[in-house]
């Protein structure tokens, strides 16, 4: 699950960042309103942290510009100020839940869980490609009807291939959003997973599911 932290407060946001990396989510960070909303509009979310007090552009009006843009990203708002009025006001601008500071950590993580769940259409979908699946939420991998035994990193990888099933997709992109760090074109660690699911997913079927796409990355599909 990708996540975007909204917070100006340095350590707050430094906090944020780690905690929530600790816990399994990659984690992007905007030190203000302007950032924030380039970024929600140009990556995919499941989720946003936002505070409301921020320099410029305020977490309301963040808030306010990606509903009008129909983003429907689960919005968790954090603020100092705890009155009703700023409650409602949030809830009423399209906020899923809010969280007043200063908060336990512990109860923000829960908050979180509960949105994803709740911003998750289909949270027992099993992906599916040809005769491959994969199921989430079994962390389980079948062709053909036969078990795969993947490895954390190539199980999420194999995911992300699948969620994109037919399109390609970029080293940088699943850097990005299976490693949760920026390319390194001097790196091969994706070709070695990639090679390494191929080994496990393909090399007993005649039909090669896991393809290069050359000069721009990889894609799984059946044809």
Excluded: C
Excluded at 2 to 12: A, P
Excluded at 84 to 98: K, P, S, T
Aim: hydrophobic fraction near 40%; charge should be negative.
């Amino acid at each position: 699950m990708r996540v975007l932290v909204v917070e100006d407060d340095t350590k707050v946001a430094s906090f944020l960042r780690k905690g929530l990396k600790s816990e399994g989510y990659a984690v992007d960070v905007a030190p203000d309103g302007e950032r924030a909303s380039e970024l929600a509009v140009g990556e995919p979310y499941d989720a946003i942290v936002l505070d409301i007090g921020l320099p410029g552009k305020d977490g309301y009006t963040v808030l306010t510009e990606l509903r009008q843009q129909k983003q429907r990203t689960p919005v968790l708002l954090l603020t100092a100020r705890d009155g009703v009025e700023d409650r409602v006001r949030g809830l009423d601008l399209g906020a899923d839940d809010y969280l007043s500071k200063p908060f336990a950590f512990a109860e923000l993580t829960a908050r979180l869980r509960a949105l994803l769940r709740r911003g998750a259409p289909e949270p027992e979908a099993i992906l599916q490609v040809a005769d491959l699946t994969l199921d989430p939420a079994r962390h389980e991998v079948k062709r053909g009807g036969r078990t795969i035994d993947l490895t954390p990193k190539e199980f999420s990888l194999l995911e992300y291939l699948m969620r994109n099933a037919g399109r390609p997709v970029t080293r940088a992109m699943i850097s990005e959003h299976v490693w949760d760090m920026n390319f390194d074109s001097f790196s091969n660690v994706i070709d070695v997973h990639i090679n390494l699911i191929r080994k496990k997913v393909d090399a007993e079927h005649h039909i090669k599911l896991v393809q290069t796409v050359r000069g721009v990355g990889y894609v799984i599909r059946e044809t």
